[in-house]
């Protein structure tokens, strides 16, 4: 008989709760840090402008050093890079609020502290996701996935809202004091953490290091197809940069409409998170991140035509919903075909693809409702991620394939991609 499934199997490890408990005061924090900063760079200039300027200075530093940082999980340890990461954030957080409490009305000082949490951050990420594996044992290491991705689902939605209510009770300085304390919390909590040591031998930090990295990528579908699905969707389902134009000219419903809208996507994918922690493992990993993208395409297509708010909150969320499906299932993917001796290098480049594809969404949904309208750039957004996903599908049929299971170490896929070659060759032969 099969076992029984325990949702709460990686939780009842201590490493992983103590783990849990930082990436959520961590997490949260960040959020929040977003939220004080756009309003107080909103309240400084009164530009929209200016506002696009804050998400470019923290792209940078991931474009800068994001492949670099990678190859320094993999070669130092993961925890102490996590606490120097986060330790050097919490400086540039506290400065962030002692100039914001003596009265800073320029925002310079503000966007040379977000470069530096930027730049921190963009080490801290792949250090933390190389860490997970070492910190629960491998049966339960699927369970710690979903659970740690719903913990950050969580923050993400609550930060925001804890961030937009200190503002309102007693201004930015209060907010940044708070996310200063958060961090504070999550550092202590990374210092209890106990992590196996890896027996996988350390590439020291180069080019070669990273171009390994990069090459693992690019030479295995599973990995390649996830990014790749991942990448096109945030780029042309940007529906929600688009959300004030359909709140004001479509559906006119105002602001509290508009919040509405907006929560619309992350409760569908937070109840989701909840849903597939409760559910049994998925196994073909790889199928249900193609349905989940399917999903994905249709519902933005539906938000798109609707002008029946309900409907319209409906296929948002279901956007959520299928999204964060699609975020399990990539994760899923991405950590168990990537050997540890690589985890950090290969994350990196996720990573890249992450930052990038945000970015590109948001420029694509905005030029496409310039020259066109906002319905055209909506539902065309969501058919040209149904094409990517076609195309994946019919190109990468590993992806298609893919199912749970334990990564193999490097040395282990050379040797498998190396039968497969010489198969391949003697299939040519005859």
């Not at 606490?83 to 503000?110: C, E, F, K, R």
């Given at each position: 008989?099969?076992?029984?499934?325990?949702?709460?199997?990686?939780?009842?490890?201590?490493?992983?709760?103590?783990?849990?408990?930082?990436?959520?005061?961590?997490?949260?924090?960040?959020?929040?840090?977003?939220?004080?900063?756009?309003?107080?760079?909103?309240?400084?200039?009164?530009?929209?402008?200016?506002?696009?300027?804050?998400?470019?200075?923290?792209?940078?530093?991931?474009?800068?050093?994001?492949?670099?940082?990678?190859?320094?999980?993999?070669?130092?340890?993961?925890?102490?890079?996590?606490?120097?990461?986060?330790?050097?954030?919490?400086?540039?957080?506290?400065?962030?609020?002692?100039?914001?409490?003596?009265?800073?009305?320029?925002?310079?000082?503000?966007?040379?502290?977000?470069?530096?949490?930027?730049?921190?951050?963009?080490?801290?990420?792949?250090?933390?996701?190389?860490?997970?594996?070492?910190?629960?044992?491998?049966?339960?290491?699927?369970?710690?996935?979903?659970?740690?991705?719903?913990?950050?689902?969580?923050?993400?939605?609550?930060?925001?809202?804890?961030?937009?209510?200190?503002?309102?009770?007693?201004?930015?300085?209060?907010?940044?004091?708070?996310?200063?304390?958060?961090?504070?919390?999550?550092?202590?909590?990374?210092?209890?953490?106990?992590?196996?040591?890896?027996?996988?031998?350390?590439?020291?930090?180069?080019?070669?290091?990273?171009?390994?990295?990069v090459r693992f990528v690019f030479h295995r579908q599973?990995?390649?197809?996830?990014?790749?699905?991942?990448?096109?969707?945030?780029?042309?389902?940007?529906?929600?940069?688009?959300?004030?134009?359909?709140?004001?000219?479509?559906?006119?419903?105002?602001?509290?409409?508009?919040?509405?809208?907006?929560?619309?996507?992350?409760?569908?994918?937070?109840?989701?998170?909840?849903?597939?922690?409760?559910?049994?493992?998925?196994?073909?990993?790889?199928?249900?991140?193609?349905?989940?993208?399917l999903a994905f395409g249709i519902a933005t297509m539906?938000?798109?035509?609707?002008?029946?708010?309900?409907?319209?909150?409906?296929?948002?969320?279901?956007?959520?919903?299928?999204?964060?499906?699609?975020?399990?299932?990539?994760?899923?993917?991405?950590?168990?075909?990537?050997?540890?001796?690589?985890?950090?290098?290969?994350?990196?480049?996720?990573?890249?693809?992450?930052?990038?594809?945000?970015?590109?969404?948001?420029?694509?949904?905005?030029?496409?409702?310039?020259?066109?309208?906002?319905?055209?750039?909506?539902?065309?957004?969501?058919?040209?991620?149904?094409?990517?996903?076609?195309?994946?599908?019919?190109?990468?049929?590993?992806?298609?394939?893919?199912?749970?299971?334990?990564?193999?170490?490097?040395?282990?896929?050379?040797?498998?991609?190396?039968?497969?070659?010489?198969?391949?060759?003697?299939?040519?032969?005859?």
């Open positions: 008989m099969a076992e029984r499934h325990d949702p709460f199997a990686a939780l009842r490890q201590r490493n992983f709760l103590l783990f849990s408990g930082a990436r959520a005061a961590s997490t949260m924090a960040q959020q929040m840090l977003n939220a004080a900063v756009f309003w107080q760079v909103y309240e400084i200039t009164g530009s929209a402008s200016w506002l696009a300027a804050v998400g470019l200075v923290r792209l940078i530093p991931h474009l800068m050093t994001g492949l670099i940082a990678g190859a320094v999980a993999d070669r130092y340890n993961r925890r102490r890079v996590m606490l120097i990461s986060q330790s050097i954030q919490l400086s540039a957080m506290a400065t962030l609020a002692a100039v914001t409490v003596g009265g800073n009305d320029s925002v310079w000082p503000i966007f040379a502290c977000v470069f530096v949490i930027a730049l921190a951050g963009a080490f801290e990420w792949p250090a933390r996701q190389a860490l997970l594996p070492m910190l629960v044992t491998a049966e339960t290491f699927p369970n710690a996935i979903i659970v740690s991705g719903t913990v950050q689902q969580a923050a993400f939605v609550t930060g925001p809202a804890v961030g937009a209510g200190l503002i309102a009770a007693s201004g930015v300085g209060l907010a940044y004091s708070s996310v200063a304390v958060l961090v504070v919390a999550s550092i202590l909590l990374v210092t209890t953490l106990r992590p196996r040591e890896g027996d996988a031998p350390k590439r020291a930090v180069s080019v070669a290091a990273i171009a390994e990295g599973p990995v390649l197809g996830s990014m790749t699905l991942d990448m096109f969707a945030v780029i042309f389902g940007g529906a929600t940069a688009l959300l004030p134009i359909y709140a004001k000219e479509i559906l006119d419903v105002g602001a509290i409409g508009y919040g509405f809208l907006f929560a619309a996507v992350d409760a569908g994918a937070l109840l989701m998170s909840v849903v597939v922690i409760f559910m049994p493992p998925i196994q073909r990993v790889g199928r249900a991140l193609l349905w989940a993208v539906a938000f798109g035509l609707s002008r029946w708010f309900p409907l319209s909150l409906a296929a948002l969320f279901a956007v959520g919903a299928a999204d964060q499906i699609s975020v399990v299932m990539r994760q899923t993917t991405i950590q168990l075909a990537t050997p540890d001796e690589l985890r950090g290098r290969v994350t990196a480049v996720n990573m890249l693809f992450i930052g990038t594809s945000n970015q590109l969404g948001q420029v694509e949904s905005g030029l496409v409702a310039a020259l066109t309208n906002a319905t055209f750039a909506v539902v065309s957004g969501g058919a040209g991620c149904l094409a990517v996903l076609g195309v994946v599908a019919a190109k990468m049929p590993e992806l298609r394939h893919y199912r749970l299971q334990p990564a193999p170490n490097l040395r282990e896929q050379e040797l498998e991609a190396g039968a497969t070659e010489e198969l391949a060759s003697a299939a040519g032969g005859s």
